[in-house]
Nanobody, 121 residues
Framework: QVQLVESGGGLVQAGGALRLSCAASGSIFSINTMGWYRQAPGKQRELVAVIDSGANTNYADSVKGRFTISRDNAKNAWNLHMNSLKPEDTAVYYC???????????????WGQGTQVTVSS
């Protein structure tokens, strides 16, 4: 069974920085993509950043130049470094991974439990 465990998050003033971390554990054959999503109150969950097995990245326009995603393949872990935070970045952040559990299985999505990020003005 695969589990994703997040850490980081919290309360920060506008202009500040935070780092979110996620680690996958369990029966893992390979991880295709690692990413972060967020959901603000009353809004749909949205993609923040994603990184694939070739270290190619994609960011939401709203966070480009401020957030950086990175991955450590050896540890099945990835981070989201968030700089120049704005009040509109306030949301619950979820880590996500597309994982294959063995060589003959298909891939599927796994999610972390979510962590609150609050940016005060």
């Amino acid at each position: 069974q695969v589990q994703l465990v997040e850490s980081g998050g919290g309360l920060v003033q506008a202009g500040g920085a935070l780092r979110l971390s996620c680690a996958a554990s369990g029966s893992i054959f390979s991880i295709n993509t690692m990413g972060w999503y967020r959901q603000a109150p009353g809004k749909q969950r949205e993609l923040v950043a994603v990184i694939d097995s070739g270290a190619n990245t994609n960011y939401a326009d709203s966070v480009k130049g401020r957030f950086t995603i990175s991955r450590d393949n050896a540890k099945n872990a990835w981070n989201l470094h968030m700089n120049s935070l704005k009040p509109e970045d306030t949301a619950v952040y979820y880590c996500n991974a597309v994982i294959r559990v063995n060589w003959y299985a298909g891939v599927r999505d796994y999610w972390g439990q979510g962590t609150q990020v609050t940016v005060s003005s």
